[in-house]
């Protein structure tokens, strides 16, 4: 069991610049998220996923959007990146019917 | 939205001391829970308070859910090294398992 998976680890961008962050989990969860983690921020959701078929914006979607592939599988694209997306970014993963998430391990942006 | 306060944002501390961490809610909460997040690592989850009062201790840490489950807290006796990171609250906002997090207290331990 790998749990949730993150891809690519490190990336760099130059403004303007499109790029798409893999998530896969393999716990069999309905409910997958996007945060982001700023210093002093703490972690903010970019999007959800309830369930196959569905996403729903969080607290700060803006410039950003998602893909629920399949069951597995959530991906969170940036269409024209910019230097305030500079962030790490986690994914997550929670069983229907519990508030328990699952992180996995981040993908470090920065935005030239 | 629902908002989450938590204080302090940093602690630093000597290794023996005691740490504690508190989590503030303007409504009442639903439960919370709390992660822990090491330097470079990802938030892991710790527990989850559902019960007004409720305390429960994870062998150093002991976590507190407010009587009127508008905040809580996490308290580390004797800190030791291996406790160094950021500690989370979370709440769960509106419908679904969606979390509100606070914005952490980071945790400092000197030999």
């Known amino acids: 069991n790998a749990g949730v998976t993150q891809t690519p680890k490190f990336q760099v961008l130059k403004t303007g610049q499109s790029m798409t962050l893999q998530c896969a989990q393999d716990m069999n969860h309905n409910s997958m998220y996007w945060y982001r983690q700023d210093p002093g921020m703490g972690l903010r959701l970019i999007y959800y996923?309830?369930?196959?078929?569905?996403?729903d914006k969080g607290e700060v979607p803006n410039g950003y959007n998602v893909s629920r592939l399949n069951k597995r599988e959530f991906s969170l694209r940036l269409e024209s990146a910019a230097p305030s997306q500079t962030s790490v970014y986690f994914c997550?993963?929670?069983?229907?019917?519990?508030?328990?998430?699952?992180f996995g391990p981040g993908t470090r942006l920065l935005v030239l | 939205g629902q908002q989450v306060m938590q204080i302090p944002q940093y602690q630093h501390v000597q290794e023996g001391e005691d740490f504690t961490t508190y989590c503030n809610s303007s409504t009442t909460l639903s439960n919370i829970q709390w992660y822990k997040q090491r330097p470079g690592g990802h938030p892991v989850f710790l527990i989850q308070?559902?019960?007004?009062?409720e305390v429960k201790k994870q062998k150093r840490l002991t976590f507190q859910f407010g009587e009127a489950k508008k905040n809580s807290s996490l308290h580390i006796t004797a800190t030791q090294t291996t406790d160094v990171g950021t500690y989370f609250c979370?709440?769960?906002?509106?419908?679904?398992?969606?979390?509100?997090f606070g914005t952490g207290t980071q945790l400092k331990v000197e030999l």
């Open positions: 996923s309830a369930s196959e078929g569905t996403t």
């Open positions: 308070l559902v019960k007004s009062g």
């Open positions: 979370a709440a769960l906002t509106g419908g679904g398992n969606k979390l509100t």
């Open positions: 997550a993963s929670s069983l229907t019917g519990s508030a328990t998430q699952y």
